[in-house]
T-cell receptor, first 114, second 116 residues
Framework: AQSVAQPEDQVNVAEGNPLTVKCTYS??????LFWYVQYPNRGLQFLLK????DNLVKGSYGFEAEFNKSQTSFHLKKPSALVSDSALYFC????????????WGAGTKLIIKP | SAVISQKPSRDICQRGTSLTIQCQVD?????MFWYRQQPGQSLTLIAT?????????ESGFVIDKFPISRPNLTFSTLTVSNMSPEDSSIYLC?????????????FGPGTRLTVL
């Protein structure tokens, strides 16, 4: 069965430090992987995706993610965190044979402290 | 990026009534979806809105409770019928598969529903 795991409910980082939000997946075939962000009382915003090609994907707001096939991971990273990055982050995966449907992780609350 | 609008943005309803949520996309899309989300939690897929045919519902969701329409490639509605307080949630529509977006699913701003 396809699944996505975000092992951390919450991640706390000091402003200016690097941040990592973890995501691992299980899917048959090659995965399509996505990261979304949700600010308080807002809808989900697309950050970045991996379909194929370079394992390091760059996205919006200075975020990037690294696809690691052997570890079935797609961790979200940013070199220097901002207080405004505080939000709820979701990882999602789609199998190649699915009808555009995404399997969602539980979400990770990112808190950046000044 | 995409422009997806939802109406209403929020509503407070009495139990036993129904509410219809509208979702409008600014371009033709292949697929539209409806989700439910409790604040701070993950998304639960209600159904896939199919253009010109009946929606495809996920386990635990039925057409009588959540009738969905999709009359064309840019518009869909979700009705929450015979509401109870347990239906209080955020309802999100999403769309994917336009010529511009490709494989990326984009979301509307959500409808925050409170049932008293």
């Amino acid at each position: 069965a396809q699944s996505v795991a975000q092992p951390e409910d919450q991640v706390n980082v000091a402003e200016g430090n690097p941040l990592t939000v973890k995501c691992t997946y299980s899917v048959s075939g090659n995965p399509y992987l996505f990261w979304y962000v949700q600010y308080p009382n807002r809808g989900l915003q697309f950050l970045l995706k991996y379909i194929t090609g370079d394992n390091l994907v760059k996205g919006s707001y200075g975020f990037e993610a690294e696809f690691n096939k052997s570890q079935t991971s797609f961790h979200l990273k940013k070199p220097s965190a901002l207080v405004s990055d505080s939000a709820l982050y979701f990882c999602a995966v789609r199998g190649m044979d699915s009808n555009y449907q995404l399997i969602w992780g539980a979400g990770t609350k990112l808190i950046i402290k000044p | 990026s995409a422009v997806i609008s939802q109406k209403p943005s929020r509503d407070i309803c009495q139990r036993g009534t129904s509410l219809t949520i509208q979702c409008q996309v600014d371009s033709q899309v292949t697929m539209m979806f409806w989700y439910r989300q409790q604040p701070g939690q993950s998304l639960t897929l209600i159904a896939t809105a199919n253009q010109g045919s009946e929606a495809t519902y996920e386990s635990g969701f039925v057409i009588d409770k959540f009738p969905i329409s999709r009359p064309n490639l840019t518009f869909s509605t979700l009705t929450v019928s015979n509401m109870s307080p347990e239906d209080s949630s955020i309802y999100l529509c999403s769309a994917v598969g336009s010529q511009t977006w490709g494989d990326t699913q984009y979301f509307g701003p959500g409808t925050r529903l409170t049932v008293l």
